[in-house]
């Protein structure tokens, strides 16, 4: 009996301490427009695999530098796709990780409710005095908004009107502040369920920019690292797919 009691005791000692050892731990660099998204399916991958994610939020370009100076970053979820080609080219990614996890929808945003009309007419008329936008060297939204202003023949008239942000969570910040009347954010910002949550908006069609691309890739730091492999994984499941739907991405 005593043996039989040792023999259970050391593999549930044993057991113990391999658990740990099958979890890792995986520092994610993440676009600010994805925050929300990308909160909730860090959760529910947290609670199906026990690896935990430890996530950073913002500007695209600025990780991308973080990232050339050595920040101890294993994924990057950027806002477009030049920053992970870029990365794979530098050697600082592994090529074959490279996907679209996301596309992004660029929307023009009040938080005064009917301030902003369903077709964006607002822009023409000009009765605001200042307009929040992503920086666009930065922020590939502020780029997209620069393309979609630019269609438009209103770039020239509404530069000077520009609040710029760093990236898309200060610029959401100028515009639910009431330091800009509107800005252009991104959907997910605004949206929760398939619905725009306050305020008023202009969901802007796609085809009047090009399209906002946000790549993921396994950077070269994490290439042996489980919890990144499988996380990335799990990015291209349904359930992770149906959570990027409802903020108003393509998946």
Request: net charge positive; no cysteine.
């Amino acid at each position: 009996m005593k043996n039989i009691m040792k023999i259970v005791l050391v593999a549930v000692i044993s057991l113990l301490f391999a658990l740990p050892a099958l979890a890792a731990e995986v520092h994610v660099a993440v676009a600010a427009n994805f925050t929300a998204p990308m909160k909730q399916i860090a959760a529910e991958f947290e609670k199906e695999t026990g690896h935990k994610v430890v996530l950073s939020f913002g500007a695209s370009g600025k990780f991308y530098a973080q990232i050339k100076n050595g920040a101890p970053f294993q994924i990057l979820l950027s806002a477009d796709d030049e920053k992970p080609i870029q990365l794979v080219k530098d050697g600082l990614a592994v090529a074959d990780s490279r996907f679209t996890y996301a596309i992004g929808t660029l929307v023009l945003w009040s938080a005064k409710p009917g301030f902003v009309d369903a077709k964006g007419e607002v822009l023409g008329k000009g009765h605001f005095n200042k307009i929040a936008i992503a920086n666009p060297k930065l922020a590939p939204y502020g780029t997209a908004a620069i393309e979609l202003l630019t269609k438009q023949g209103l770039l020239t008239s509404l530069t000077p009107k520009f609040v710029q942000g760093e990236n898309i969570s200060q610029t959401f910040q100028f515009v639910s502040t009431g330091n800009a009347e509107l800005g252009f954010v991104a959907l997910s910002q605004v949206m929760k369920d398939g619905k725009v949550t306050s305020g008023s908006a202009w969901v802007v069609p796609g085809k009047l920019h090009n399209p906002i691309r946000q790549d993921a890739v396994l950077l070269a730091t994490g290439k042996d690292n489980a919890a990144a492999k499988a996380l990335l994984e799990y990015l291209k499941s349904a359930k992770a797919k149906t959570i990027i739907r409802l903020y108003g991405y393509e998946s």
